[in-house]
């Protein structure tokens, strides 16, 4: 399958572990922000070009790779959006952002059981909880997964 061949990462990325919890840069770009204000609006088919131009220019952000995942996932395009997913997490595997999103990316496709680890790895991130495991929670609740 197609999909083997986009799970080689760049060396050229830094992982999370390698600089510390914040692997991205803290500055958006212009870029960023204009696609995230059309993600807002459900432009997700505008906002990939802007993401994918940040993104080549900080290719360790690994926020805009989930976000950029995400909207690959919107737009259904389930491999783009699995290798942008899976590249945020081996930046930084304690990401909320990959976590909620990837989780979501497996709702989309009804395997439960790789929600379910998303959730698990929120659960063990967010020691007192957080918005993103809620939302993920809420979510497989609705597709009448059992929770813990």
Same mark, same amino acid.
């Given at each position: 399958m197609a999909l083997a061949a986009l799970l080689v990462?760049? @060396?050229s990325i830094a992982r999370a572990d390698d600089y510390g919890a914040d692997s991205g840069d803290d500055t958006k770009t212009e870029s960023? #922000? $204009?696609a995230e204000a059309l993600m @807002?609006? /459900?432009?997700w088919k505008a906002a990939a070009p802007l993401l994918e131009a940040h993104v080549a220019g900080f290719p360790a952000d690994d926020e805009a790779m989930a976000e *950029? /995942? %995400?909207v690959y996932d919107k737009l259904d395009d389930k491999e783009t @959006?699995?290798?942008y997913l899976k590249t945020a997490l081996w930046i930084n595997p304690r990401s909320l952002e990959a976590n909620l999103y990837f989780g979501e990316y497996y709702i989309g496709l009804k395997d439960r059981a790789? @929600? *379910? $680890? %998303? *959730? $698990?790895a929120l659960d063990h #991130?967010? #020691?007192?909880g957080c918005g993103e495991y809620r939302t993920l929670k809420r979510e497989l609740a609705a597709l009448g997964a059992e929770t813990p």
């Open positions: 990462f760049p @060396a960023q #922000i $204009e @807002a609006k /459900g432009d *950029l /995942g %995400r @959006a699995y290798y790789h @929600a *379910l $680890e %998303r *959730l $698990e #991130i967010c #020691i007192f």
